[in-house]
T-cell receptor
Framework: KAGVTQTPRYLIKTRGQQVTLSCSPI?????VSWYQQTPGQGLQFLFE???????NKGNFPGRFSGRQFSNSRSEMNVSTLELGDSALYLC????????????FGSGTQLSVL | DQQVKQNSPSLSVQEGRISILNCDYT??????FLWYKKYPAEGPTFLIS?????DKNEDGRFTVFLNKSAKHLSLHIVPSQPGDSAVYFC????????????FGSGTQLTVLP
């Protein structure tokens, strides 16, 4: 079974631009969560989608948005990029609602210049 | 305000010895705790979890202890192996927000041969 796939692996953008990151969950997994990891920080929760609906949202500005498609694939978008948005963005999936462990992808490393 | 804290950014241990990684939390609503391991350029991988109704959970070389009164948990690795060298993250969640994990900032474990 293929794991969580995130594309692209690396991305370089300039301030003010927008970016879209993609995540394909493990086949059969319907819940997709996004996390941001910055140097020296733990992972910060961005949002979670289940059956194309956002279920939870973390404490991030409205410039951060996401969506989920009917095949459970998810995208997150960051508009008007700032230098502080440089981070590793991680996607995680889980099969059913519950306390099961999240399976993480390798992440997209975003650098904002 | 960091609700999950890992106060030791790094830990070095000799191969074969015990590694003890610590984690403190402040939110009394947390009732489920997890440990993840992360290698460079990879996403975090689940190690072990514990529910607040237990005070210990063991899986092979890994044991997690939970002290609810002190709001403290620890991960014991016995015996430590060089392949265990990685960043270890402690995470916690509340019932009703099972996949919204709050992570600590991580501890870099180095196991010396």
């Amino acid at each position: 079974k293929a794991g969580v796939t995130q594309t692209p692996r690396y991305l370089i953008k300039t301030r003010g631009q927008q970016v879209t990151l993609s995540c394909s969950p493990i086949s059969g997994h319907r819940s997709v969560s996004w996390y941001q990891q910055t140097p020296g920080q733990g992972l910060q929760f961005l949002f979670e989608y289940f059956s194309e609906t956002q279920r939870n949202k973390g404490n991030f500005p409205g410039r951060f948005s996401g969506r989920q498609f009917s095949n459970s694939r998810s995208e997150m978008n960051v508009s008007t990029l700032e230098l502080g948005d440089s981070a590793l963005y991680l996607c995680a999936s889980v099969a059913e609602p519950g306390r099961e462990k999240l399976f993480f992808g390798s992440g997209t490393q975003l650098s904002v210049l | 305000d960091q609700q999950v804290k890992q106060n030791s950014p790094s830990l070095s241990v000799q191969e074969g010895r015990i590694s003890i990684l610590n984690c403190d939390y402040t939110n009394s609503m947390f009732d489920y705790f997890l440990w993840y391991k992360k290698y460079p350029a990879e996403g975090p991988t689940f190690l072990i979890s514990i529910s607040s109704i237990k005070d210990k959970n063991e899986d092979g070389r890994f044991t997690v202890f939970l002290n609810k009164s002190a709001k403290h948990l620890s991960l014991h690795i016995v015996p430590s192996q060089p392949g265990d060298s990685a960043v270890y993250f402690c995470a916690a969640s509340e019932s009703g927000s099972a996949r919204q994990l709050t992570f600590g900032s991580g501890t870099q474990l180095t196991v010396l041969p």
